[in-house]
């Protein structure tokens, strides 16, 4: 049996491309899978977990919630970004953390990082 998130998630998902390491932060993955609750369909993972090494490769931010296992690159299917936006949103960590949309990679970012912030890149 592959080791779960939760109800919705595998740990595979989340994996680091570079090392295969996948520590996610426990906090983070309730607040995910009350999103997926929310949505009511499957969420995909473009990015979960990263290793100093990937993030930096990839040219990530030297401070990202990735690297801590408390962040997430994601699309839900059959949802606009601004509809993934608005659910996050209603989700209490990711109202208090950290939502980012990327409309050009067609996919948003949600964090647990503790203090509100909002992007678009």
């Given at each position: 049996?592959?080791?779960?998130?939760?109800?919705?998630?595998?740990?595979?998902e989340?994996?680091?491309?570079?090392?295969?390491?996948?520590?996610?932060?426990?906090?983070?993955?309730?607040?995910?899978?009350?999103?997926?609750?929310?949505?009511?369909?499957?969420?995909?993972?473009?990015?979960?977990?990263?290793?100093?090494?990937?993030?930096?490769?990839?040219?990530?931010?030297?401070?990202?919630?990735?690297?801590?296992?408390?962040?997430?690159?994601?699309?839900?299917?059959?949802?606009?970004?601004?509809?993934?936006?608005?659910?996050?949103?209603?989700?209490?960590?990711?109202r208090?953390?950290?939502?980012?949309?990327?409309p050009?990679?067609?996919?948003?970012?949600?964090?647990?990082?503790?203090?509100?912030?909002r992007?678009?890149?």
């Open positions: 049996m592959k080791p779960r998130f939760g109800k919705h998630f595998l740990c595979e989340f994996a680091c491309p570079c090392c295969g390491l996948c520590l996610m932060d426990r906090g983070f993955m309730i607040a995910l899978n009350q999103l997926r609750e929310l949505a009511g369909r499957p969420i995909k993972i473009n990015s979960g977990y990263r290793c100093v090494e990937h993030n930096a490769a990839i040219g990530g931010a030297p401070h990202s919630q990735h690297k801590l296992g408390r962040a997430a690159d994601i699309v839900i299917a059959g949802l606009t970004l601004n509809e993934m936006f608005e659910l996050a949103e209603q989700i209490e960590p990711f208090n953390g950290g939502i980012g949309i990327y050009k990679k067609g996919f948003i970012h949600v964090d647990t990082r503790g203090r509100r912030a992007w678009t890149k």
